[in-house]
């Protein structure tokens, strides 16, 4: 029998990119529902039953069950991507950014990394299967969700809800320049809103700037480590405050000013915890501030273990280490609240995702897809996947 990833295919990989790309699914506003028709004919010319699920109108996320060779108690192999991409701005680009072109290896386009790449990858990895005769002994499962770049509430986390997601394991194909990532940092947003005393602008001393207390705050908490012991595959988690606004006028002191700082993860840790630290920080930094915290958004970190037979057999497969990500996927959804091992691997890089001229290279979805062919091809069977505890 033949192996399966011979039987890839590097140019039906990059039209399968394409054909993803030149949807425009951008979120916001959330345009799912552009790039929902082209999915679920890409799974069906795969032989993938293919459904809707929409939680919201105008949110789809498009399903695949492809079962054609597995026997009955066969476990389930969940691929899950999100078909969302984050705005455009135009002016910025010198290509078009829905049209995917490729320039020798390089393939441009919004997305074409962040992650319809990674999803064409997958896809190519079951038809290099097929291709070459080679049984897929799991239930494999395509999530092709909506909604990851803001959250997720509209996609995987209300498939989560909705009691639609069963696996035994998980692969995203997320950008991780080839490498397995098996933990990924959350974040907690919070803003920071410091109270002063006004007073005339000519005299400073008069009053007390809130302004002046926030910078001194602000040095505090940005760009710094927050943790004495990094984690083996995350390091330690970071702050970066990413807005400010405060003042009434320029002849006057500051009576009140805000700022949102982005508190950056490790598994484990909860909002609680990262309020009392920026509170310790905050205090040691500025005796006396009069200031209040809230949490806007927290997204949780999570990992797999390293020595997980799913671990170890994706990064086997792709002939590749365990890594870790700086930032979050949907795999939290599945690994925290569903107890699913998941494991994100994918081509390009995150470097690559959210800028103008987008790219992912073609020499990195062939290998990808490579490697989902291994990986289909022998999860599930007794002789070659691995032994899920």
Known sequence: MSAPEEYVSTERVVETTRALVRCDSQNPPGREAAVAATATALLAERGCAVELFEPEPGRPSVLGRYAADSAPGAPTLLV???????????????????????????????????MKGGIAAALEGLSACRDAGVPVPSRLLFHLVADEETGGRHG???????????????LIPEPTGLRASIAERGSVQVRVRV???????????????????????????????????????????????????????????APHCAFVIDRRTLPGESAADVLAGLRTRIDAACPGADYEMEALVEVEASELRADHPFARFVAASANTVPTGLSLGTDGRFLRNRLGIPTVVYGPGAIAQAHTADEWVSVAELTAAA???????????????????P
Do not use: K, Q
Request: hydrophobic content about 45%.
């Open 195 to 253: 109270r002063g005393a006004a007073g005339h602008g000519s005299e400073p001393g008069a009053g007390r700037s809130a302004i002046a207390d926030a910078a001194a705050m602000i040095t505090a908490l940005h760009g710094t480590a927050y943790h004495e012991r990094p984690h083996p595959l995350l390091g330690s988690p970071s702050g970066n405050v990413a807005l400010i606004d405060g003042g009434v006028a320029a002849n006057v002191i």
């Open 370 to 388: 490579r490697a989902f062919a291994r990986v289909f091809a022998t999860f599930g069977r007794d002789d070659a996947g691995p032994r899920l």
């Open 80 to 114: 899950n991507g999100h078909l969302d991409v984050v705005p455009v701005a135009v002016d910025a680009w010198t290509r078009p950014p829905f049209d995917a072109v490729r320039e020798g290896d390089r393939l441009y386009g919004r997305g074409a990394a962040d």
């Open 156 to 170: 995987t986390e209300a498939l989560v809800d909705a009691g639609l997601v069963d696996a035994d394991a998980c």
